[in-house]
């Protein structure tokens, strides 16, 4: 289970010669309910993997977008708890899709890191990416993410150095998770040949597959990256369509505008090999 | 002093003062590097070129020269004689920092950081302001070296410092209006976090207060202590002897740290920081992340944190835009853990109180931010009776907040 559940997506993704689709929501956005049902929709519509946003009132490194689904979510009744209440329903329904939390230090350090390592574990989660606890930080709850099976991704970005490099893709686990531009969520996606470099030095240091994202919008976007790496994240386009819904009135059609928007990016990352060798 | 380790902490009692931070930027259990992988590497450069500037005499010669004829040091130590009767007990001194060239202890801040800016090759200059006074000392620097600045501020913030606004544009910086969540200075430092993160090529973000990732709070207490420096010097020779008593206000703690550190070693001498009780520290509307926080992580450092039980960040209130800030800087988590200095708290109220009571006895008009201390003082000075000493840190001049303070007392100018 856990980290495994993981690593054989990998796998049969890679088996299929094909990246495999990460897709990222925020939790409890807009409300508990379409958040499930939200989750629901995006497995069925093809991602293998979903990172699901632990909602916190200052996200420093994440763009516009997820800020405010953070700040609806938070308004909604979101939470670390509610985010782990929302992995174990999905994974009694969905035993398996990876499921892994993403978010800020604080909940987790308030819960208690081996309190939440326990309860993650109970959820069904796969693993966990704290934006703010760098290699130099994130010892204390690696170890006690490790001792239930959960992995913890590392983030690498354009500013890793080579010997850095080593020090980030040595304590990573299940994957590891490149940026492609410096910058917050969001913002404007690297050059194709600048992520291309910097997932070639993950690769060169990391037995661990490699996983792009950050800037990733468009079904094209999606198909480039998913030519150069194991793995294509996909967020902000995403939380987007949440924000359209509310904006219409009508949060709940956020299901299905979720469900056409994440068909299409999956297509897209499945058929970009194929299509790149028939040209 | 007790050797007993505080209850619920890792924190130890140190052997000397000095040695903190660690190599990994602790203060006992405080502080650390939580930051997006990105800043990572440059949190790491920064720390090593601090490390060459502080051994570089030349480092120290442009940050001296500039610190006494460009900002005015030393600034004077000044027995409060009226302030002193008034309260009946300790002799009061202030340490005149609202002297300084822009008003207030910031700007010997902006100058340390500046110039390693410079060192480092960095072309563009950003920085978080509440207040302002930090925005202003920043764009005042840059502009003396050309060095073009942007200034995050909460919307809530431009809105109640206006003069501090146009200040900072006639100095040529551009202001950047923040209005995610509260507007106000977390949500600045936030956006100023972002910036640096998509801009960290070419960008220097000049922190305003002993907080972020480490060296942050490092090298911002060692370009303060000059404060604290002066006062030792100053206190000796004026009254022959070490003071009982230190006192300053804390935001996020720079001002504080600056005047405490250099006494630190100095066993006799007390240290009182006096965090923003807003409308009562037992209400939710207050600043004190010391009285009334707990242990966590934010901007780049683990300290006490206004949080809720979920760990989302609580916004702070406060009279003073300068001390509205949920958290604290991680050295003042350690001072307080370990008992080596102690907080109070001081309510608006009487933040106002003490601002119109100094102004009216000294002809000090104070910022709101050291008319906190202030209203402490009044106590500490009874408690300690006639034969005290205390020097309080006069940290920043009042103009910025007249109109605020007009305001609350219902007039108008
Ligand atoms: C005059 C003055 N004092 C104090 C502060 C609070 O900051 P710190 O605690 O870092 O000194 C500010 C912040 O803007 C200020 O302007």
């Not at chain 1, 690498?156 to 490099?165: L, Q």
């Not at chain 2, 602790?26 to 070129?49: C, I, K, S």
């Not at chain 2, 000049?206 to 480490?214: C, D, E, M, Q, S």
């Not at chain 2, 409308?279 to 901007?299: E, K, N, Q, R």
């Amino acid at each position: 289970m856990t980290a495994d559940r993981i690593s054989a997506t990998f796998a049969a993704c890679a088996q299929n010669g094909r990246a495999a689709f990460v897709a990222y929501l925020m939790a409890a956005d807009p409300d508990i309910e379409t958040s499930y049902l939200n989750l629901v929709a995006l497995s069925e519509a093809g991602a293998d993997i979903i990172e699901l946003g632990a909602p916190f009132t200052d996200p420093m490194a994440d763009g516009v977008a997820i800020q405010k689904a953070a700040l609806r979510a938070l308004a909604a009744g979101g939470s670390l708890t509610v985010t782990l209440e929302l992995a174990r329903r999905f994974r009694s329904v969905n035993s398996k899709t990876p499921l892994i939390v993403m978010g800020y230090a604080n909940p987790i350090h308030r819960m208690g890191f081996a309190a939440f390592a326990r309860a993650a574990a109970e959820a069904g989660v796969d693993g966990v990416i704290t934006v703010d606890l760098p290699p130099e930080e994130d010892a204390p709850l690696r170890t006690e993410l490790a001792a239930h099976g959960l992995a913890v991704i590392r983030l690498a970005t354009p500013t890793t150095t080579e010997k850095r490099m080593e020090t980030v893709a040595n304590g990573s686990s299940g994957f590891v998770y490149y940026v492609s531009v410096a910058g917050v969520t969001g913002a404007g996606v690297g050059a194709e040949s600048d992520i291309s470099a910097g997932v070639e030095r993950a690769r060169r240091i990391s037995k661990l597959p490699v996983a792009v994202g950050f800037g990733v919008r468009t079904p094209e976007q999606a198909a480039v990256f998913a030519r150069i790496s194991d793995g294509v994240v996909v967020g902000s386009a995403l939380v987007e369509e949440v924000r359209a819904a509310v904006e219409q009135g009508d949060p709940g059609s956020s299901v299905k505008r979720i469900s056409v928007v994440a068909q299409s990016l999956s297509n897209a990352i499945a058929s970009a090999r194929a299509v790149r060798s028939v040209h | 002093m007790t050797n007993a380790a505080p209850s619920g902490s890792s924190t130890t009692r140190p052997n000397t003062w000095a040695q903190w931070p660690d190599a990994n930027g602790r203060f006992g259990a405080f502080g650390g590097r939580y930051v997006a992988e990105t800043l990572m590497p440059l949190v790491l450069d920064l720390e090593q070129e601090y490390i060459r500037a502080k051994a570089d005499p030349k480092f120290q010669e442009e940050f001296d020269w500039l610190l006494e004829h460009y900002v005015g040091r030393p600034s004077p130590m000044y027995y409060a004689e009226r302030l002193t009767k008034h309260f009946g007990g300790a002799k009061i001194y202030l340490k005149r920092d609202e002297l300084n060239h822009t008003g207030a202890h910031k700007i010997n801040n902006c100058i340390g950081q500046v110039l390693l800016a410079r060192r480092m090759g960095k072309t563009r200059i950003i920085a978080e302001t509440g207040a302002g006074q930090h925005g202003v000392a920043t764009a005042t620097i840059c502009a003396r070296f050309g060095l073009p600045c942007v200034v995050f501020m909460g919307e809530t913030d431009v809105e109640r410092q206006k003069p501090n606004v146009f200040r900072m544009k006639l100095l040529g910086a551009e202001i950047v209006p923040v209005s995610s969540d509260t507007g106000t200075l977390k949500d600045a430092m936030n956006e100023a976090l972002r910036d640096w993160v998509t801009n960290v090529a070419t960008t220097f973000y000049v922190i305003g207060t002993a907080a972020g990732p480490h060296p942050y709070p490092m090298l911002v207490r060692d370009f303060q202590s000059v404060i604290g420096r002066e006062a030792r010097e100053q206190i000796l020779k004026a009254e022959g002897r070490l003071p009982d008593v230190l006192v300053a206000a804390i935001g996020g703690g720079s001002n504080a740290i600056g005047l405490f550190h250099p006494f630190l070693e100095d066993e006799s001498v007390k240290m009182i920081g006096v965090e923003a009780g807003g409308h009562g520290v037992d209400t939710p509307m207050h600043a004190a992340s010391l009285t009334g926080g707990l242990p966590g992580i934010l901007h780049g450092n683990r300290t006490y944190l206004l949080q809720d039980e979920d760990g989302q960040i609580i916004d702070a209130h406060s009279i003073s835009a300068g001390l509205d800030y949920p958290g604290i800087g991680p050295e003042h988590a350690f001072l307080h853990e370990t008992g080596r200095a102690t907080y109070r708290t001081c309510t608006d109220k009487e933040a106002l109180e003490a601002f119109q009571l100094c102004t009216r006895l000294e002809g000090i008009i104070p910022a709101l931010e050291p008319a906190h201390a202030l209203a402490r003082v009044g106590d500490i000075a009874k408690e300690l009776g006639k034969d005290g000493l205390i020097v309080m840190n006069m940290c920043g001049r009042g103009d910025k907040d007249i109109f605020a303070v007009a305001g609350h007392l219902g007039m108008k100018i």
